[in-house]
């Protein structure tokens, strides 16, 4: 299994998913479904909880998030709770700047509604 990796742009997020558990998903979140980046991520995910990590680590740190972007991504996060399954560890680590309740509300949404801890970390 490689790793994959795809540079930020003024409407995509810097993406990095590594075979080591190291996934890290940082940036602008505007991409619409007009990409085939989703369909790659969510084939690299089929592929990685074949066999994952004993620890899946999942670093989020959006500056803005669409609704489209937040669809993918939960559909991302529910494909990853295999991992738990499989008695293996999922950490999810969702970055926030400082007064930015709107980046801080999406996670604890998704959060509850998917029913997985995250570790909310505000920056300045």
């Given at each position: 299994?490689?790793?994959?990796?795809?540079?930020?742009?003024?409407?995509s997020p810097e993406i990095?998913?590594?075979?080591?558990?190291?996934?890290?998903?940082?940036?602008?979140?505007?991409?619409?479904?007009?990409?085939?980046?989703?369909?790659?991520?969510?084939?690299?995910?089929?592929?990685?909880?074949?066999?994952?990590?004993?620890?899946?680590?999942?670093?989020?740190?959006?500056?803005?998030?669409?609704?489209?972007?937040?669809?993918?991504?939960?559909g991302f996060l529910r494909?990853?709770?295999?991992?738990?399954?499989?008695?293996?560890?999922?950490?999810?680590?969702?970055?926030?700047?400082?007064?930015?309740?709107?980046?801080?509300?999406?996670g604890e949404n998704i959060?509850?509604?998917?029913?997985?801890?995250?570790?909310?970390?505000?920056?300045?």
């Amino acid at each position: 299994m490689e790793e994959i990796r795809y540079k930020s742009s003024d409407n995509s997020p810097e993406i990095v998913l590594s075979p080591d558990g190291n996934i890290l998903i940082r940036g602008r979140g505007f991409m619409q479904n007009s990409t085939d980046i989703p369909q790659k991520i969510s084939d690299w995910i089929d592929e990685y909880i074949k066999d994952p990590d004993d620890t899946t680590c999942l670093i989020l740190a959006y500056e803005y998030l669409n609704s489209f972007n937040t669809m993918m991504l939960t559909g991302f996060l529910r494909k990853l709770l295999t991992v738990l399954e499989l008695n293996k560890n999922l950490k999810v680590k969702w970055y926030y700047e400082e007064g930015d309740n709107d980046i801080l509300e999406r996670g604890e949404n998704i959060s509850l509604a998917l029913k997985i801890p995250f570790e909310f970390i505000k920056v300045r």
